[in-house]
T-cell receptor, first 118, second 112 residues
Framework: GAVVSQHPSRVICKSGTSVKIECRSL??????MFWYRQFPKQSLMLMAT?????????EQGVEKDKFLINHASLTLSTLTVTSAHPEDSSFYIC??????????????FGNGTRLTVT | DQQVKQNSPSLSVQEGRISILNCDYT??????FLWYKKYPAEGPTFLIS?????DKNEDGRFTVFLNKSAKHLSLHIVPSQPGDSAVYFC???????????FGTGTRLKVLA
C-alpha cells in the first residue's frame, strides 16, 4: 500500500521559535499533499492543499504567513510553523494523493506530529 | 456547518459480534466516501471506500453500505476483534475536488 512518512513524530519547542515538519511519499509520486490539524476529540481539519511546484491553497481561517507550506518535489512537502505560540500546540497530520485523470483515490496519511509549544 | 456527522462518539462491542458504525452527510453532491481507522498518536489508516454508483462494498471483514436517499453510510465489521479497537472516521468527497470532509469520529472498543 501507499506509504507516507512524516517527521518528526513529536516536537517540543519554545514560544517564538519555528518548527519544520516534513512529509514524504515513499512509494508513489504525490501530485497533491494536504495538511490537517486535529484538536483533542475533534475531527481532522484541513489546513491547506499543496500541489508540487505551486503555491499552497489555504483554508479559511488558516494564516498562510504562520503556516508556511513548501511542496518542492512530488515526494516531499514541508509545513513550517513560524513564531510558534502555545495555542499552536496540536497534532498535525499530512496526507498525500496521486491525482488520477478519472476516478477517485483515497488519501494516505502520515503518522502525524505532536507539537507542543511551551 | 458539519457536512459529515458521526453521531455516536463511542461504541462498545463484544469480540466476535458485529460492529456497526454510522455516518450521515448533508451535501448531496458527495459521491465518494471513505472509512479510516486511527490509533492514538498515529495518522489515520485507509480502510475501505465506496463510490455513489454502488450501494455496497466489501473487503474481508469490512463492508460499507451506502444509502444515497437517506444520505447515510455505515461500516460493518464482522467478526469484531480486540485489535479493531480504535477511532473510526468517515469522510466524503466530490469526485475531482480531492477535498475530503471528515466526521468527528467514533471510538470503537471491542471487548475480549
Amino acid at each position: 500500500g501507499a506509504v507516507v512518512s512524516q517527521h518528526p513524530s513529536r516536537v517540543i519547542c519554545k514560544s517564538g521559535t519555528s518548527v519544520k515538519i516534513e512529509c514524504r511519499s515513499l512509494d508513489f509520486q504525490a501530485t497533491t499533499m494536504f495538511w490537517y490539524r486535529q484538536f483533542p476529540k475533534q475531527s481532522l481539519m484541513l489546513m491547506a492543499t499543496s500541489n508540487e511546484g505551486s503555491k499552497a491553497t489555504y483554508e479559511q481561517g488558516v494564516e498562510k504567513d504562520k503556516f508556511l507550506i513548501n511542496h518542492a518535489s512530488l515526494t516531499l512537502s514541508t509545513l513550517t510553523v513560524t513564531s510558534a505560540h502555545p495555542e499552536d500546540s496540536s497534532f498535525y497530520i499530512c496526507s498525500a494523493i496521486f491525482v488520477k485523470l478519472e476516478g477517485n483515490s483515497p488519501l494516505h496519511f502520515g503518522n502525524g506530529t505532536r507539537l507542543t509549544v511551551t | 456547518d458539519q457536512q459529515v456527522k458521526q453521531n455516536s462518539p463511542s461504541l462498545s462491542v463484544q469480540e466476535g459480534r458485529i460492529s456497526i458504525l454510522n455516518c450521515d452527510y448533508t451535501n448531496s453532491m458527495f459521491d465518494y466516501f471513505l472509512w479510516y481507522k486511527k490509533y492514538p498518536a498515529e495518522g489515520p489508516t485507509f480502510l475501505i471506500s465506496i463510490s455513489s454508483i454502488k450501494d455496497k462494498n466489501e473487503d474481508g471483514r469490512f463492508t460499507v453500505f451506502l444509502n444515497k436517499s437517506a444520505k447515510h453510510l455505515s461500516l460493518h465489521i464482522v467478526p469484531s476483534q480486540p485489535g479493531d479497537s480504535a477511532v473510526y472516521f468517515c469522510a466524503a468527497s466530490i469526485t475531482g475536488t480531492y477535498k475530503y470532509i471528515f466526521g468527528t469520529g467514533t471510538r470503537l472498543k471491542v471487548l475480549a
